[in-house]
């Protein structure tokens, strides 16, 4: 089933997105919390006009997602972590607010319902899926160090 988000949905896609899922997903959650649409064919036209109205500022946030995407992979990011001692396992796992916190540190505002970590249980060099925009994503190193 395809939907038409009305909203930015945790860890689905972006307002204006045309996104498939399941149908119980669309009928049960989706549609009756007014977080999609069915993308129906006149939904789907309705929707590119409004897209064409908007796409002056879309390019504006673009090109700032563009400037970030280009500044983020160069960043060394540090996330401390409780360790055992003489171990490398970590007591609990990284969060993505933890990450997030960091970013923002270094002064990179990020939404953390767009960042995507992979399970970190041991202390290392990690990378983490950061989406910026509907089109632009870019992959963030991070490194897990004892504290």
């Not at 796409?55 to 280009?70: D, G, L, M, W, Y």
């Amino acid at each position: 089933m395809n939907i038409i988000l009305k909203e930015n949905v945790e860890k689905l896609g972006f307002k204006n997105e045309i996104v498939s899922v399941k149908n119980g997903y669309g009928r049960n959650f989706l549609i009756p919390k007014g977080l999609g649409i069915l993308a129906t064919e006149s939904a789907v036209k309705v929707l590119n006009e409004n897209l064409k109205q908007q796409s002056q500022k879309e390019e504006e946030e673009i090109e700032v997602a563009t400037k970030t995407a280009a500044a983020l992979p160069t960043l060394t990011i540090n996330l401390i972590a409780k360790v055992a001692e003489g171990g490398t396992k970590l007591f609990g796992s990284i969060k993505t607010s933890q990450f997030t916190d960091a970013l923002a540190a270094l002064g990179y505002t990020i939404d953390a319902s767009f960042v995507k970590l992979p399970k970190v249980k041991d202390l290392g060099t990690f990378a983490a899926e950061v989406r910026l925009h509907r089109t632009i994503s870019v992959n963030v190193s991070f490194n897990v160090i004892a504290g």
